[in-house]
């Protein structure tokens, strides 16, 4: 598939398959999603190989790109992650390929970890985006702990999620305590099928508000943007008939986009735990919270195998889970394929 990876704050870097793009390609730049050639304006033109680099054509505001092959239909792309400081984990559900051949649309939706460190230039970049809805998922302890900093005029709405059977309030204790004995490698695990079991009325209530284009563009987020927001990517991108082995791709993209993040978070716990109790680095066992900072398949693969066990179908859950009927559905993939 088509990818754009930023090498460094301004070196974009766009790959195809060989067979994907017939050549000469024309890649131009745009700040609108609409795919219209005049609102964009000429970056490269790559007559040999499969990619290029480009230096960013709009620091501190988010580009969108129209690669126009030789033959063959433009297609609109743009980086998957925001290269914001603050959230290692927003990023674009847009150019996801659904069954019948459309195209999710960018700039549309977005899912994210919490927005409580975004930096001053990270709310100017998100000002650029124009957001008119944030769905917040964490629950009344993490908003204390955590506050969001919003982008002006957007709307906060609050959807609480638990995180799992054990309450946030004892979870981050015994993090911050090195107590692990409350936790095992279930624990995200259970957490899964709860959401289903239990909070799909939020979900519900998520998908219908997203599914307004005055409520567009949005974004939904939990503390990490994995579990909770993961889950509601994938309801989202199924109801869209985005294939299933896809949705499990974006699902588990928060490991390598939150990898350094994550490396970070445990050295950090494993340097507490041995000032605190004066052990040595290999005294210090951090297996029972190391799966509390992964996406794991298997996660995601409980949440829907509990939608089927309990609706018996996942047409039936968006019907009766999540409220949604068939012509509300419709209505979605209408305004959110191309």
Request: with cysteine; net charge negative.
């Amino acid at each position: 598939s088509l990818t754009i990876s930023r090498l460094t704050n301004d070196q974009l870097q766009f790959r195809w398959p060989n067979e994907a793009l017939k050549r000469p390609v024309s890649i131009l730049w745009g700040h609108l999603p609409n795919g219209e050639a005049d609102g964009y304006q000429p970056l490269a033109l790559v007559e040999e190989g499969n990619q290029v680099v480009v230096a960013d054509p709009s620091p501190g505001q988010r580009p969108y790109f129209l690669l126009v092959p030789a033959e063959g239909q433009p297609v609109v792309v743009a980086e998957r992650r925001l290269p914001l400081v603050g959230q290692v984990n927003f990023r674009d559900l847009g150019g996801y390929v659904s069954g019948d051949g459309r195209r999710v649309r960018w700039g549309q939706l977005y899912r994210s970890g919490d927005l409580s460190h975004l930096s001053d230039g990270d709310l100017s970049y998100l000002g650029s985006l124009n957001l008119k809805l944030v769905c917040d998922l964490r629950v009344d302890y993490e908003l204390k702990r955590a506050p969001d900093r919003l982008p002006e005029a957007a709307e906060w709405l609050s959807l609480p999620i638990r995180g799992g059977e054990i309450p946030e309030e004892a979870l981050y204790e015994a993090v911050d305590n090195g107590d692990f004995s409350g936790l095992d490698s279930d624990f995200l695990l259970n957490g899964n099928r709860m959401f289903v079991r239990e909070f799909s009325p939020a979900y519900g209530e998520m998908v219908r508000r997203l599914a307004g284009d005055d409520n567009r563009p949005a974004v939904f987020h939990c503390t990490a943007g994995k579990d909770r927001a993961g889950l509601g990517a994938a309801i989202i991108l199924l109801i869209l008939g985005v294939p299933r082995e896809t949705v499990f791709a974006d699902y588990l993209l928060s490991n390598t986009y939150r990898a350094d993040w994550t490396k970070k978070a445990l050295n950090r716990i494993q340097q507490n735990l041995m000032e605190r109790h004066g052990v040595p680095a290999e005294a210090v066992d951090l297996s029972p919270v190391e799966a509390l900072f992964v996406a794991k398949r298997v996660y995601l693969a409980a949440a829907l195998e509990t939608i089927d066990q309990k609706y018996g179908s996942f047409q039936a859950y968006v019907r009766d889970g999540l409220g949604m009927s068939l012509a509300a559905q419709e209505a979605l993939r209408a305004s959110l394929l191309e």
